[in-house]
């Protein structure tokens, strides 16, 4: 079998079976195993050259993909979106200003209450907003730096934050001022690498999480446990999104992308420094997003409640507002003073905020 | 490099073993052998420890050979685990300098230990990772995983082993235990090896183009793909029906209260709704039931058809899904009482094959237990309940009802602005709560269930 006159697809069938198994199967001392070492050893002794091979694979049968595609006769979004009225003018402007940070703002999540929020940053800090009055109503230092992931949770009780701690704590928000909050901590989530984002799924009770790690995982906050993981991804899970669904069982995970809320089964990813928008159902990229006068790549995204806005931070230091049916970029906005890191529409709605590199979070509206 | 110990015939290698474990022997003799010393490591003094140099030193002097040469011999010594560094202990190579190396304990040589038993790799792997997480690498995650995969059944001995062995090992002193990891760890680089990274990427770039293949066989065969236009037409179609709702295209009354500081977008709607409000509840079944006013309407409603208890049993099955591990037993207990014994005060209609296997699966209560009921009462309310409700006059009173607000009146003054008032925290109605006594979350979480957007 492991001859070089034989094609790379038919050496890739073979090694298909045993990849199965993951790697360490190649350490077991069988003549079958000792023979799939002898391939590899092979491949990876003209490295250069096999590599480039299978890159060319690659990309013949990305474009056989395509051509499959081509041939259900489909139509494109912007052909039906022609017959859509444009939109107006936009006008947005920063309604508030929340200044407290003292280092990169991270990430920020809305309370289901449509006015609070929780925002995370570099130096430690998880601070709970009341965003319409700007006052601080909270504030938790962790016991690292980094806290990549905040999440507030549904009732509105308590918030979860994590970072290059490898774990997810829950803190129950307490009115007493005397209290401190970091004593009622609770760590739920526990990975080998940071915590990139986590959400609360439908209650207080369940919390997903991604890492660095390359794995997502749904914990039981009460106990700690994990109740499932999920697998998959080759490299570091940066983000991730609950689906509305019926089942309520649905979530997107992102690796190296960002990943806005879900739309009617749809998401939107950002690569380099363009935002697509993908289908989940078939199975394929539906629009991109991009301009020639837009350099810099977009680190967050979010839809408008009707879809039909696409919001984007990028790390021009812009926002940028997208036509999502049309394609086009309806308005900019200027405002912050280094790259946006964390975009949220609000649950209703009615506005969306904006975390930054600048120690600030904006309310647009 | 890429090095495999076991590549070579077992009959050959064993006579290189005892030709090594010989010399290993002669070069630890007190008198003849290396110059034993204290070496230092950071900031821990290492026993009985040599430099580079002195082994390659003595391998001169005995064996009367270049520095070349001895360089050569001394390289397989630490290639095979016989010695191994303390610095940089993953690079398994002799430097002619002071770097310190250490003899390993004849426990761990080849011919005592070898084959290396997945079951201790499995261990030495779970210690590891208790002691420090994260302190696993790439290829060492992927092994602990298929380990855990493969041996499962006699895993949890496993990890007892290994808090065990931990436990035992903090009662050495420091310098002990910095000796002891690192024999232990020289013995597993040479028996597991890592795969080298430029495989690492084959292998990575491998999967990825199989997956691609595979993809395009899928597609090519067009099972299960849903035609671009239909997902397009439909997405157009929702951001139509939405849009007067997005408050961000099309503003909302009376105001957005971030840019007039009116409040009263958050704080109407609680006695009479809006038009808005009522339409959305005909969008689709999901919208009526994250709505809590529309939830209690579609009760009265389905009180009046006495079938009440199928929208009280989804709830009661909502709260098991998404409510504490430790309360899922009673809860369940409730929901069988209540609902899904025969005669009892709210029964619900379930067909005989999904009742017979929620019964059966009642027997070990879990999350995920009722699922399958209540899907199946989801959907009768969905195609059934639902869209009678939407023709009832019930419905249409409602709306009829239903006021459209008065836009927020501009300020005489437009230059002063309205004074932003605080609403009170969510936390606070937990605190409340808590000091009655309740349970925290059965209060909170009857208005939050589900995707909520409350108005």
Known sequence: MPNTKYGLTKRFHFLNKYFQNGLSSLHQNTPRLREILCVLVEMAAQPSDTLATLKTESETLKTKLEEERAKLHDVELHQVAEKIEALGQFVMKTRRALKGHGNKVLCLDWCKDKRRIVSSSQDGKVIVWDAFTTNKEHAVTMPCTWVMACAYAPSGCAVACGGLDNKCSVYPLSLDKNENLAAKKKSVAMHTNYLSACCFTNSDMQILTSSGDGTCALWDVESGQMLQSFHGHAADVLCLDLAPSETGNTFVSGVGTDISRNVYLKTSLITCKQCRLYDLRADREVAIYSKESIIFGASSVDFSLSGRLLFGGYNDYTINVWDVLKGTRVSILFGHENRVSTLRVSPDGTAFCSGSWDHTLRIWA | AFYHAKQYAPV????????????????????????????????????????????????????????????????????????????????????????????????????????????????????????????????????????????????????????????????????????????????????????????????????????????????????????????????????????????????????????????????????????????????????????????????????????????????????????????????????????????????????????????????????????????????????????????????????????????????????????????????????????????????????????????
Not at chain 2, 95 to 110: A, E, G
Not at chain 2, 144 to 165: G, P
Not at chain 2, 339 to 351: C, E, H, K, M, Q
Request: proline fraction near 5%; aromatic fraction near 12%.
């Open chain 2, 12 to 455: 050959y290698f064993m006579c290189a073993q005892i030709q090594m474990e010989r010399m290993v022997i002669s070069m630890q003799d007190p008198d003849m052998g290396i110059k034993l010393r204290n070496q230092r490591l950071l900031i821990t003094v290492i026993p009985h420890a040599m430099t580079g140099a002195d082994i390659v030193e003595w391998l001169i002097k005995k064996c009367s050979i270049s520095d070349e040469e001895a360089l050569h011999i001394g390289q397989i010594f630490v290639k095979y685990g016989y010695i191994y560094p303390l610095k940089e202990p993953r690079n398994l190579i002799l430097k002619v300098d002071d770097s310190p190396y250490r003899f390993q304990m004849p426990y761990y040589w080849m011919s005592t230990r070898w084959p290396a038993s997945e079951l201790d790799y499995a261990i030495y792997l779970a210690k590891k990772n208790i002691r420090k997480q994260g302190e696993l690498i790439e290829y060492e995650k992927e092994c602990y995983n298929a380990l855990h995969k493969r041996i499962n059944h006699t895993w949890d001995f496993v990890v007892m082993q290994a808090r065990e062995q931990l436990r035992a090992s903090k009662q050495r002193r420091k310098a002990d235990r910095i000796v002891l990891k690192c024999q232990e760890q020289a013995y597993w680089l040479v028996n597991r090896p890592p795969v080298s990274a430029e495989l690492y990427k084959l292998i990575t770039l491998t999967k990825n183009t199989l997956y691609l293949l595979k993809r395009t066989l899928t597609i090519t065969l067009c099972e299960g793909l849903t035609r671009l236009c239909v997902c397009v037409c439909s997405y157009v179609k929702y951001c139509e029906q939405y849009q007067p709702h997005d408050p961000i295209m099309q503003g909302c009354l009376p105001s957005i209260p971030w840019i007039t500081d009116d409040i009263m977008f958050w704080n109407m709607n609680f006695a009479v709704p809006t038009k808005l409000r009522v339409e959305r509840w005909s969008f689709s079944f999901m919208e009526l039931l994250n709505d809590p006013m529309g939830r209690k309407e579609f009760l009265t409603y389905l009180k009046k058809e006495f079938s009440a208890e199928n929208l009280c049993f989804w709830q009661a099955c909502e709260d098991v899904r998404h409510g504490e591990t430790s309360k899922i037993p009673e809860k369940v207990d409730e929901v069988y009482k209540q609902f899904l014994t025969p005669g009892a005060s709210r029964w619900v209609n379930i067909d005989s094959k999904t009742m017979e296997k929620t019964l059966e699966g009642l027997k070990r209560p879990h999350r995920f237990v009722l699922d399958d009921a209540q899907m199946h009462i989801y959907f009768l309310m969905k195609k059934d309940s639902y869209p009678r409700y939407l023709k009832s006059d019930l419905y249409k009173n409602l709306f009829a009802r239903a006021i459209v607000p008065q836009e927020t009146k501009k300020s005489v003054f437009p230059f002063m602005r309205r004074q932003r008032h605080s609403s009170p925290s969510p936390a606070l109605a937990t605190q409340a709560a808590e000091d009655d006594g309740k349970a925290k979350n059965s209060n909170s979480f009857k208005s939050n269930s589900g995707t909520a957007s409350r108005r």
